[in-house]
């Protein structure tokens, strides 16, 4: 293997997410991904060894600064065993409860940092001739969209399946620095990091000054009137803003990419105002479902917007600026909430509120390392509410993936949870689908799955109102009008329906019993053990 360099530094973005991190609060990003057909587990593990060579980071570890003094470093693991981050599990029913079931379990578990932050989970089992696939990453390793492009790096664009490499993966570790040195290069990187983040602050600060003149008239007034208030007052707390404490619970739901596509061209809006509206209805409706009020509260959402250029999505770390979304919850009229979205989200664009978020948050990583380490897991534990939810939405490849020639049916996004955001939702689109993936405190939200039907009712009362008619309604009709022509004509021979089949079965939304929790493991570590 081609030997790379031997050490690079975290951001002080990534060190962050790395410090805000506790036991029990663990902060991945991560995906459930189902297969069609049986997947070899030892085929798989070759598979994934063939394609480290374009993933060096994941032979690598977090190693913290000398006595924390400076940006921790990436340096290879002298113990990589690739066994230890790819495991197979079984199920016992292979039911969609069971399977949530295990990536909460997977979700709410730390991973060993004595190793790279990654792991892959192969789940066998499953109902419907399928298999699965539960990817992890911690947050400090990649965001949304670096996982994104990790995944289409994983995974094959066609279904041709080429012969895979009979000689097992070796590279080359180099020799670790001496501690005199690398306590000097972490000195000179975190110096040098520190002035970079001051010149890129007084950059930001003079280009969004310059456009702000230049684009004198693009926010009214009143409008700024009106919604700049809503900005910056305090966050109400909904039912789920309290201390996360765990387990988690997870939930899913997928909707068509083209109908979304057609309420936003129907409305005049985008895609991200859409999601953001209908993620609000439910809300909305979870809320009411448990008989809290809304009327005149405000609904906070944190939305992460990239800052990469088009064409470096496969780009590590993270390189995300953080949006607050103000929305009032109590707008029921399906049309008038995503006006409402809109209206908001170009007066943010506006204002350059992102731009605005990452130079506060760049100023963050002037505080030395060992400060961040320190109060990170103690903000995480503060009752704080600087918003009600994350809210990501990743656009995904719009066309299939393959694992040795299997299909990739369906990807199930998650965001991670922690302090007083207990419920959050990750959005991902792939192959014309829109996926949610609902995380959640088991205490804070023990119905977490109802989000699955109440999102889906949003959805319809949000299409029917914009006048979008799906295409299996199309189709009713058109079976209506054949009956309806041959009950016209003259009698003939009766003929039995044939009943439509489906090769694809998506995890089920409806609500099932808790499988009995005997799932069998098979080479897996600890701490993946499921209960």
Known sequence: MQNHQQSDRLSWGDTVF???????????????CLFEGEVSFEECVQFIESKLPLLPRYLKRVVPAPFGLGLPSWEYDPEFDLRRHVHEVTLNHGTDTELKALAAKLFGSVMDRRHPLWDIVVVRGLKGNHTGMIFRLHHCLADGIAGVGILSMLLDPSPEVRPLPKKKLKFHVPRPLDPLSSLTAGF?????????????????????????????????????????????????????????????KFACTEIPLADVKAIRQKCGTSVNDVILALV?????????????????????????????????????????????????????????????????????????????VSLAGGLIGVFPTTMQGMTGPLISQLPITPFNMVCTNVPGPQQPLFLLGHKMLHCYPYVPVGGEMAVNCAVLSYNGMVYFGFSGDAHAAPDLRKMEKLLEASFTELRDAAGIRPPQKKKARQRRRAASTAASAPATTELAPVPVVSDVTPIESKRVPEPAPATELKNVQPQLVVA
């Open 18 to 32: 790395l410090h805000l991190e506790r036991e029990g609060m663990p902060l991945n990003v991560a995906s459930i």
């Open 280 to 356: 609000t209805a439910t809300i909305r409706r979870y809320c009411e479902l448990h008989g809290d009020r809304v009327k005149g509260k405000l609904f906070r959402i944190m939305v992460p917007v990239n800052l990469r250029g088009s064409n470096s999505t496969a780009e590590l770390g993270n390189r995300i600026s953080l949006v607050p979304v103000t929305i009032p919850l109590d707008i029921r009229q399906p049309r008038k909430l995503l006006a409402a979205v809109h209206k908001r989200t170009e007066f943010l664009k506006g204002v350059h509120a992102a731009e605005l």
């Open 188 to 248: 000179v990187d975190s110096y040098s990091d520190f002035v970079k983040r001051i010149l890129s602050a007084m950059t930001d600060l003079l280009s969004m000054a310059q456009r702000a003149a230049a684009n004198g008239g693009s926010v009214a007034g009143d409008e700024f009137a009106t919604l700049f208030p809503e900005i910056t007052a305090f966050t109400e707390r909904l039912r789920f803003n309290v201390i996360y404490r765990g387990p988690q």
